[in-house]
């Protein structure tokens, strides 16, 4: 099984609704990373979550870190066209560890109706 | 400052050959990770570089190999390539090689092995 779990896999949302994407890791998370790709180019950072109940926002988009649950969550909102991409989460699951144990999740695709 | 560069951006090759990628990472950052994007299994760690030494490899043959100069600049080549190497091969740079790291990501090399 995928040890980074994003969800849901795809979303359509209209212009201006608010939408959250969950990152669930089945390993103890010592670092979570929020991307963003547009199809077939490289990835944007977001944000970087280190210590359980961080929240971090950055304009329209926040994120949060559960560490008991082993998960994250990225909101959006009021969504707009420009939003329109690839996220994807990236874990740092080994402690102490270097970008070598950097796993990712398999991106949650997300279109945005005007 | 110029974000990290990827060459060529587009590459179609024929099995049995061998290539070569190049990354640019941003002015300053010495770490230089490389990984590997396709539809099903995501995106995987191939390498890390960090001041011209290999610092961890991921889970991939020894087909691939990598290097960094003393640029900090790297390359990665496939020899024998195999249809399955079609992909998108990213290239990622980082301040340094512990955590907690922001990776800035390339473009992208998209590959196509026929």
């Known amino acids: 099984s995928q040890e980074l779990e994003q969800s849901p896999q795809s979303l359509i949302v209209q212009e201006g609704k608010n939408l959250t994407i969950n990152c669930t890791s089945s390993?103890?998370?010592?670092?979570l990373y929020w991307y963003k790709q547009k199809y077939g180019e490289g990835l944007i950072f977001l944000m970087m979550?280190?210590?359980?109940?961080e929240e971090k926002s950055h304009e329209k988009i926040t994120a949060k870190l559960d560490e008991k649950k082993q998960q994250s969550s990225l909101h959006i909102t009021a969504s707009q066209p420009s939003h329109a991409g690839i996220y994807l989460c990236?874990?740092?699951?080994?402690?102490?560890?270097?970008?070598?144990?950097?796993?990712f999740g398999k991106g949650t695709k997300l279109s945005v109706k005007p | 400052k110029a974000g990290v560069t990827q060459t060529p951006r587009y590459l179609i090759k024929t099995r049995g050959q061998q290539v070569t990628l190049s990354c640019s990472p941003i002015?300053?950052?010495?770490?230089v990770s490389w990984y590997q994007q396709t539809p099903g299994q995501g995106l995987q760690f191939l390498f890390e570089?960090?001041?011209?030494?290999?610092?961890n490899k991921g889970n991939f043959p020894g087909r691939f190999s990598g290097r960094q100069f003393s640029n900090s600049r790297s390359e990665m080549n496939v020899s024998t390539l195999e249809l399955g190497d079609s992909a998108l091969y990213l290239c990622?740079?980082?301040?340094?090689?512990?955590?907690?790291?922001?990776?800035?990501f390339g473009p992208g090399t998209r590959l196509t092995v026929t």
């Open positions: 990236g874990a740092d699951v080994s402690y102490g560890g270097s970008q070598g144990n950097l796993i």
């Open positions: 979550l280190q210590k359980g109940g």
């Open positions: 002015s300053g950052h010495r770490s």
């Open positions: 990622a740079s980082s301040l340094t090689a512990s955590v907690p790291y922001e990776q800035y």
């Open positions: 570089y960090f001041s011209e030494t290999q610092r």
């Open positions: 390993k103890t998370l010592y670092g």
